[in-house]
Structure formats: structure tokens, C-alpha cells
């Protein structure tokens, strides 16, 4: 497909020569007839040997693109994927529905739906149109999930909740009648386990993206555009703000909030509410500001120690 | 159904008026025909506009539960639950044997046992009496699941362990002759990895209730009755004794000894042995005491060293 | 079998009287009929009701082993587990193409490939000889796996990578065009995902093993002949050098290197490069030695604070 063509269908404005491109690759590896993408200047040094690169427009003018087929985008790695998708790299899928599908007589499926091979969908769930259930995810009855979702492979949604009542010295266990909903455009990463609320709903609010081996507990909820990184745990009831941001392995016990737009470092434990828009870091979570002091304070302190003991005991003579 | 018919079903004494019930809500939400539950004093604000409630005998006498139709109950969140459970708010299941399952001829199925669609089980397993196996679950051959146990979605008993020998610069892979025995009344979470031993059996006690994705490693040996929360990491050869909790993201390395009915915190890190009854916490796990003792010091250290470095140079002035 | 029959097949020198053996098992449980293994003077004690051992030579002509019955091995639980083998104690296994099987006409299918009960493999994967992918594996779109790799239970490769561009106020998904290629002789464990790269491959050096529920973003390079324990989390774009551990729990920030040989220890959080040969632990990942030095300070810091102040206010009086 020739430049001007793809300039054409992303809606870019095309500087510079028209040429055939036959694929997208990154910066470091693409070719005479690849398509690449930069968005800093440190890339610009590796752009010399592409056909044709996607840039912003406050870099289109340096030197090193003088003469280079370009084409300009306010989000250069977005538009470089699209590219790629025009130019033949997507995916290959499958349409209709397999014979050796089990589907319920009384199930409806919605439009655009794609349930991949060995994904288990339980009683009376509900599943938005364009959702993608991909292969080995089980759907435990009565959730509900919204349009546009994905739910990645051997992901599990609607799992009974961890929870036990001490009676006459036995774990009884709780029965969870509640569900789980998720809203639309929600990704939910490879492995992620879901489990339902014992009364109402565990929610997962809309556009929020879930990465993978995430654990989310019975009665959490998730507000809308949150970004929730691979392995955080977040235990029963805990409350997530809009917009917020959980780092990888990050672990929140039960009941406890982090208020919208707030970030929570990777390996942070959480065991106190963490404000709106604060960082919070450290094995015993707190400001990423006092985590970086007591931090800096702790590397120095057999140096710092050594150096008080002298003292003392020189005083002491 | 009426609350005295309830109250007769589930043994529980009756008081006050008798209304009908449509189903069991949390004290937040439930509305004039509903019933819910109360453990504490805290919650009683929130009864007024709900249908009857469940109490503790001790909680029955006070101000707010006056003309309230209540059940009083020994373990209130329970008998809420059995009452769902009669109000028709339990899950769906199907019955029968489906047309494509794939059944060896010689494969024998125990009373009351479920297994769910896509869960495999190997050759020679056992499984106990009204076990249930959920979808997508894997149990590897010859493993061994007692009476009443659930394994949730999409979790892995039995495969082998992780267990290498350096030999002439390759990693060799022993290969593991043991099993998995899981004894009676044991929960497995979802996306759970429970590895078979070297020789012998990775044992998971009877009772014992075990989170999502949790990972237990070869030849590791579990109690009865205990608690291990999501996402914790048992390396190999641990022996956890009767009662012991485990809280989310703890991780113990190998050959670890956790005693009777000792707490291990949220993400707490076990390297040494755990006495019995002894609460643990950490990065470096260590008695609680001494942690907080610690993490309380590390954070006044940036203005302790303050205070020192200006007093020495004051006396050295 | 007898001994002498297994010192012939496995190439061992064989010591002491000629006896049949059932079985093996390890050196605490092992009897009469039974074949055992030690590697340090320690065990030695425990070897008197054993019919046979596997030893190493220098511990051959220690007293305990006088008129016992030898086989001299160089890796004995190596040698121990083949023993086993040949008495028959292996895994079972089924051979052919069940017919519920669902197999694409155009699918070709190594020699001696193993493909579990529910495992799906998506267009255009390769697979080497020798491979076995087991039950409720899940392999997405053109990826590409070795000779000889085991995929354990439920593992998850090439999902789509966790790449969000903000693009005016919303998370817009970048499509990830790559793919993961898995080297020879690599081990995957159950409930491990793998994602693939944005474009070119994630890459898994030959000879690797990793454990379960491991987690791999990303255009991750991982070298040759690693060990990656359970539940460590792997972010975007990192590089993992030949021969690297990286002990369970273990989580890197992404772009981090490891250096070839590095040793990462448990639940080490790793947010700078790691030297190659270098031993890395810490919540906040550093050598192994300052982290003990400070791990040292602060549990005499609670100590030391009394002990400063103390001094400071008999000074200042």
C-alpha cells in the first residue's frame, strides 16, 4: 500500500516522497519498505534507513527528517498501529460457529460476540455486543458483561468469594449470591480471576484495563478508566477511584479505598487509604515522598551508625 | 416465603411480627421485603426500612431492633446465607451426564460429584464424594481429592514440580513420582497450582480453604483447617501446621516450617521458621512487634538523623 | 528389576550383593525393596533399612554404607529418578488423536508431539518435536514454540500485550503485532502467561525453565538456561541475561536488565540493572550485601535511637 493511501484512510496529513510500504516495524529494525514510528527526539538518530516514518508534528522539522516520507499524528504509536492493521499484521479469526460448539438452545448472542474455543459461559449471563471471550475463560452464572469488553484467556469471572464464618470451631463457608458486572470497553488481562460479591455486585467501572494474573475480590469496586497492572491483589470490599493506577504485584487488604487519579508504585502494600491523586509507595505503603526519604535515610544508616558510635564513645573518654 | 417458615427451616428462634420475604440483601441495601444481618452495634442505624433482620441474641434487646421482626441466630452472616439459599437465590446447576463429555469406560463417578464443562482429570485420579470439579480445572493423573472439596475454575492440581539438578552445565529435570492428596472440605481458588511431590504426596489438610491464585510447590505439607489467601507463594517442602492463616502475597522459601495456628501478614516475606501461634510480619518477616517496632523507627529515621548530625557538630564546634 | 539389571541400563557402576527392587522412593521413607538416593553425609544415618542406594563416589566408602548395596552416580537424584522410570513408576499417557479432537485440515503435527484435553492452538503456531502442551494450554496466533518444551497445564501464550496510548482522555489499546517465540528445551508452568511483543518477538532462550503462574510482558528477552520461579512478574521490554535466577515473587519495573548469571532473590523488587554475576535482593533491589547490612541496622535501629537519645539528653544537661 503506497503512503498517500494509508495517509488517506488514517486521516494524516503525508509529507515528502509517495512509496509502497509493505509492513510496520519498530524504529530499530524497520526498513526500506517499512512504515516506523517515533515520538522523541532520541529515536531520530536510527530513522535514516526507514521508508517512511509516523512522527508528531513538533518534531517533523528536524534535520534528520529533511527529506524523509512522513506522516504527521498526534499519537504516533496509535496511528503506526493502525497502520499495520490496513496494512495485512491483525490477527486471523474465525467466523460462525464451530460444530462442536455446546450452545444452550435458549442462549441469545449478541452481535459481533467472539467466544473462543473452550471458553465456559454459566446460566443467565449477559455478554455486550463486539465483546471477545477469548479461549479457556469460564463465566460463572448470572454475570454480567458490558459491550466491547475482552476477556483474555483462562481469565475466570464469578467465582465464589473467599469467605468463611468461624462456627463451632469449623470454617463455614458463605455463600456469595451477589455477581460481578463489567461495564464496557473493560479488558481483563490472561488469567485474572474475578470473584462474585455475596450480596449486589463486584464492578468493574467502564474502560478500565485489567493486564494479567490480576486478583480481584468479592464486593471490590472498580471506578471507570483505571489501569490495573499485572499480579496486583486487591482483597474483599476495597474501593477504586477513577482513574486510578495500581503498579505490578501492588496488594491492597480488605476495605480499604484508593481515591481517584491516585498511583500506586509496583510491589506497594496498601493498608491504609491512599488519597486522591497521591503516590503511594513502599512495602508499607505511604506518599511516594516519604518513601523515597526513609529510603535514601535507611541506605545510609550502617555508615550513619558506625559514624554515632565513634562519637559517643570518643565524648565518652 | 414467611419469616416464621423460615425461621422453622433454618431452627432459629422467631421474633415479632411474621411478613413474607423475597429474598436476603446487605443491611445497606435491603428494602421492606427483604431480610439481612447484623453482627455489631455499628449497623443497627441502618435497619429501620428492612423487612427482618438476623441478630446475636446479645444484640436483640437493644433500642433499635424495638417492633423489628427478627431471627436470632449464633452466627448471623450464616443463617442469612441459609436463608438465601432457601429464598431461591442459589446458583443454577445442570444435572445429568452432557452429550460431549468424553468419559473413559472405565472411569467410575462418585455420588453427588459435579464436574463442570472443560475440566479435565487424569487417569487413576480419585475424587471424593460430592466434590466439585469447576470448568476448565486440570488434575494430572494418580493426584488423589477427597469428599464435599471445590475446585474452582480453571485451577491445576498435580502438575509437576519445579525441581532441576545442574548436570554436565544442563538443567536437568527430575521427574516428579509423587502425587497430590487433597483430604475432605478442602477449597482450591481459582487459577490455583497445587504441583505433585518428588516421592510421596503433596498433602492439603482436611478443611483447609485456599484463595486464587495460589501457588503450591512440590512436596509441600498443609494442616488442617487453614487459611491461605490469594495470590501467597509455598516453595517447596514448607510444612504448615493445623489452623495457620496466610495472608494475601506472602511468600515462603523452601524447606519453611509455619507452626499450629500462626498468622503470616499480607505480603510478608518467610525465610526463617514461624513459631506456633506467633503473628509474622514483614518484607523480612519477623514477630509483628518487632516490625512495627522497626517500621515505626524507620520512619522518624530522616529527622533522628537530623537531629544527631546537628548535635554533633554543634559539639564538635 | 534387579539392581544389577538397572546399574546396566542407567551405566552405573554397580556395588555390593545383586537384589530385586519394586520402587524408589526418598531416603525417609524408603525400605527393603527399595531404591533410594543420598547426596550429603547427612542422610547417611537413615539408609540402614533400605535394600539400595544411589551415591555420589566420595561418600561411597563412608561406614554406613559398608555391605549396602551401591550404585554410583555422579547426579544421584538424577540417576534415582531414571531408576524409577524404568520400574515403571512414570506417568501414564495416551497416544493417537482422540475423536472429539477438533484439528484444522490443514494442521501438520510434529513427531511426537503431546497435546492435552483442552489445550487450543491458534492459526499458523508452530510446533517442534517432541513437545507437549498440555490440558487447558492456550497458544494464541502465530506463535512459535521449540523442540522438546513441556507447556504446562492452563499456561497462556502470545495474549495481546498491556499497551494503552491516552489518547483524548481515553485508554486506547495498542494492537500488539508480534509474537512470542519459545526456544528449545524450554518449561513452562501452569498458569504462566506470555505475552507477545508490539512488534517482533517475546522472546524465551532455549533451555529455560519456568515455573508456575509467572508473569512475562511484552517484548521480554529472556536468555539461555534460566530459572524463573513461581509468581515473578516480568514487565515490558526487560532483558534477563543467560543463566539468570530470578527466585519466587520477584518483580522488575519494565525496561530493566538482568545481567547474565545475576541471581534475584525472593519477592526482590527490582527497579535498576542488575549486574551480570551480581546477587540482587531487597524490596528496593540491591546487592545482597548492603541489603543485609541494612536489614541489620534497622532491627538495631529501635535500640539505637533509645540509646542516642539518651546520650544526647545527658549532654545537652
Chains 1, 2, 3 share one sequence.
Not at 510500504?21 to 529494525?29: C, F, K, T
Not at 476477556?151 to 463457608?173: D, Q, W
Amino acid at each position: 500500500m503506497k503512503l498517500s493511501e494509508l495517509a488517506q484512510s488514517l486521516g494524516l496529513e503525508h509529507r515528502g516522497a509517495d512509496l509502497p510500504l509493505a509492513s510496520v516495524a519498530p524504529v530499530e529494525e524497520a526498513g526500506l519498505d517499512q512504515l516506523s514510528f517515533v515520538t522523541a527526539k532520541k529515536w531520530l538518530a536510527q530513522v535514516e534507513p526507514i521508508g517512511a516514518v509516523v512522527v508528531p508534528s513538533d518534531l517533523a522539522d528536524e534535520p534528520e527528517l529533511a527529506d524523509k516520507p512522513l506522516l504527521i499524528s498526534r499519537c504516533p504509536p496509535l496511528d503506526a498501529a493502525r497502520a499495520a492493521r490496513l496494512l495485512g499484521q491483525a490477527h486471523l479469526t474465525f467466523s460462525g460457529i464451530h460444530p462442536t460448539a455446546v450452545v444452550a438452545e435458549s442462549a441469545q448472542i449478541g452481535a459481533g460476540v467472539v467466544i473462543g474455543a473452550g471458553a465456559v459461559i454459566g446460566a443467565e449471563v449477559v455478554v455486550g455486543d463486539q465483546t471477545e471471550i477469548h479461549a479457556g475463560t469460564v463465566i460463572y452464572d448470572r454475570c454480567e458483561i458490558g459491550s466491547r469488553c475482552i476477556l483474555k484467556a483462562n481469565s475466570v469471572i464469578g467465582g465464589e468469594g473467599f469467605g468463611y464464618e468461624f462456627m463451632e470451631g469449623r470454617l463455614e463457608p458463605i455463600t456469595h449470591f451477589g455477581t460481578v458486572l463489567i461495564e464496557d470497553d473493560v479488558h481483563v488481562g490472561s488469567g485474572t480471576t474475578i470473584d462474585r460479591a455475596r450480596f449486589g455486585e463486584t464492578r468493574i467501572g467502564a474502560g478500565t484495563r485489567i493486564d494479567n494474573q490480576v486478583q480481584i475480590a468479592h464486593n471490590v469496586q472498580i471506578g471507570r478508566c483505571c489501569i490495573i497492572v499485572s499480579q496486583v491483589g486487591i482483597a474483599g470490599s476495597c474501593i477504586i477511584g477513577d482513574g486510578a493506577v495500581l503498579a505490578g504485584q501492588a496488594g491492597l487488604v480488605p476495605h480499604t479505598t484508593v481515591g481517584a487519579g491516585a498511583r500506586v508504585g509496583a510491589s506497594t502494600g496498601v493498608a491504609t487509604d491512599v488519597p486522591a491523586g497521591a503516590t503511594w509507595t513502599g512495602w508499607w505503603g505511604q506518599s511516594h515522598r516519604e518513601s523515597m526519604m526513609q529510603l535514601s535515610a535507611m541506605r545510609k544508616l550502617p555508615a550513619f551508625m558506625k559514624t554515632v558510635r565513634d562519637f559517643m564513645k570518643q565524648k565518652k573518654e
